[in-house]
T-cell receptor, first 112, second 115 residues
Framework: QKEVEQNSGPLSVPEGAIASLNCTYS??????FFWYRQYSGKSPELIMS????GDKEDGRFTAQLNKASQYVSLLIRDSQPSDSATYLCAVTEAGGSYIPTFGRGTSLIVHP | SAVISQKPSRDICQRGTSLTIQCQVD?????MFWYRQQPGQSLTLIATANQGSEATYESGFVIDKFPISRPNLTFSTLTVSNMSPEDSSIYLC????????????FGPGTRLTVT
């Protein structure tokens, strides 16, 4: 059974710091990796996707993928209180269904 | 990305009744899905809504309890039948587009409370 593991947190960081969110996955055949942000009472919103090893940067967000170690991480630079949310990691296997497996999410709190 | 709407946004229902949730997308999409998210939990996939044919259900979910329709490429419904308090949850529609396979875009959700 495919598993995606995340620390539930909460991860608490001060405003302006770098928040580091981690995710590990069990299926070595996984090829597509996603980070979703979910504010309390709202639906998940896709913020990053990454498909190859290395880093992918988008504004204050950087996704890092290491397929050999089977982990993907999300770095948020210059964290703001508005970044406080639950971050869901999702992984899709290669050539299989289009349906991702979601982790349980990490709660991030950015305090002023 | 696609713009997705869901109706109703919330409802309070009595046990034993049924509720139909609608999901409308502003453009044609390849895949449509229905998820459930219980408080403090992650997303649980109920089924994939297939256009013009029966939905594909995940383990633990059956058509009699969660009938799904998808008459065209932009619309789907999920019915929660014979409800019990355990069905209280947020129900989410999501889609994938031909331009961004594997990336899912979620509707705003329907918050269901069963009393």
């Amino acid at each position: 059974q495919k598993e995606v593991e995340q620390n539930s947190g909460p991860l608490s960081v001060p405003e302006g710091a770098i928040a580091s969110l981690n995710c590990t996955y069990s299926d070595r055949g996984s090829q597509s990796f996603f980070w979703y942000r979910q504010y309390s009472g709202k639906s998940p919103e896709l913020i990053m996707s990454i498909y190859s090893n290395g880093d992918k940067e988008d504004g204050r967000f950087t996704a890092q993928l290491n397929k050999a170690s089977q982990y993907v991480s999300l770095l948020i630079r210059d964290s703001q209180p508005s970044d406080s949310a639950t971050y869901l990691c999702a992984v899709t296997e290669a050539g299989g269904s289009y349906i991702p497996t979601f982790g349980r999410g990490t709660s991030l709190i950015v305090h002023p | 990305s696609a713009v997705i709407s869901q109706k109703p946004s919330r409802d309070i229902c009595q046990r034993g009744t049924s509720l139909t949730i609608q999901c409308q997308v502003d453009s044609q999409v390849t895949m449509m899905f229905w998820y459930r998210q219980q408080p403090g939990q992650s997303l649980t996939l109920i089924a994939t809504a297939n256009q013009g044919s029966e939905a594909t259900y995940e383990s633990g979910f059956v058509i009699d309890k969660f009938p799904i329709s998808r008459p065209n490429l932009t619309f789907s419904t999920l019915t929660v039948s014979n409800m019990s308090p355990e069905d209280s949850s947020i129900y989410l529609c999501s889609v994938e587009t031909i331009h961004s396979p594997y990336e899912q875009y979620f509707g705003p959700g329907t918050r269901l409370t069963v009393t």
